[in-house]
């Protein structure tokens, strides 16, 4: 079974700096493309950032501020999160839309999310 989990949520002040990662397990064989989402309370799910390749697409509210960055020898991704503002706070969570594993494909894996909370 694949499972994403989260870590580096926490509390910070308004101009602070977080980290999250999040590590892919369970017999993988590649992720093409992972991302982070964010909820806050009373909000939808939003999309912070993905990378697929090389490549990375931004969210217009956090680029500039936020990096996207990932390892693919250890199935990680990370998200640097600089500047950070209050209205940032909210629970992120890591997504794979596609993993292939040694057993076939798993889609739309979701982590169980960490809170970031950024306090003004």
């Known amino acids: 079974q694949v499972q994403l989990v989260e870590s580096g949520g926490g509390l910070v002040q308004a101009g602070g700096s977080l980290r999250l990662s999040c590590a892919a397990s369970?017999?993988?064989?590649?992720?093409?493309?992972m991302g982070w989402y964010r909820q806050a309370p009373g909000s939808q799910r939003e999309l912070v950032a993905s990378?697929?390749?090389?490549?990375?697409n931004y969210a217009d509210s956090v680029k500039g501020r936020f990096t996207i960055s990932r390892d693919n020898a250890n199935n990680t991704v990370y998200l640097q999160m600089n500047s950070l503002k209050p209205e940032d706070t909210a629970v992120y969570y890591c997504?794979?839309?596609?993993?292939?594993?040694?057993?076939?494909?798993?889609?739309?894996?979701w982590g169980q999310g960490t809170q970031v909370t950024v306090s003004s």
């Open positions: 997504n794979a839309p596609v993993v292939f594993t040694r057993r076939g494909y798993r889609y739309d894996v």
């Open positions: 369970g017999s993988i064989v590649s992720i093409n493309t």
């Open positions: 990378i697929t390749g090389g490549s990375t």
